[in-house]
């Protein structure tokens, strides 16, 4: 699951990265989050910062990654959960 914010900077910055990894990984699934839209799904997973990917199995979380990524560092954590 990506989270993030239309006001925040980092997030744009992340789009791009974004699209280099769905075209690494195009049948990964990756559900988008609004942080401001959906306070329900940011309570459950305790979301207190973003840009922030929870990467999930079921309702189960695997890991969690905070901040500005670069497209690398994504790809490399995507590739542990496959």
């Not at 990894?21 to 973003?50: G, W």
């Not at 922030?52 to 490399?76: A, D, H, Q």
Request: net charge negative; proline share 5%; charged share 40%.
């Amino acid at each position: 699951m990506k989270v993030g914010a239309i006001w925040c900077p980092e997030c744009a910055i992340m789009r791009p990265r974004w699209e280099k990894v769905k075209s690494e990984f195009p049948d990964l699934e990756i559900e988008e989050m609004d942080y401001d839209k959906d306070q329900e799904t940011r309570k459950r997973y305790n979301i207190d910062h973003v840009p922030t990917v929870i990467f999930l199995e079921g309702e189960n979380e695997l890991g969690r990654l905070k901040g500005l990524l670069e497209t690398e560092e994504m790809i490399k954590e995507i590739k542990k959960y496959l």
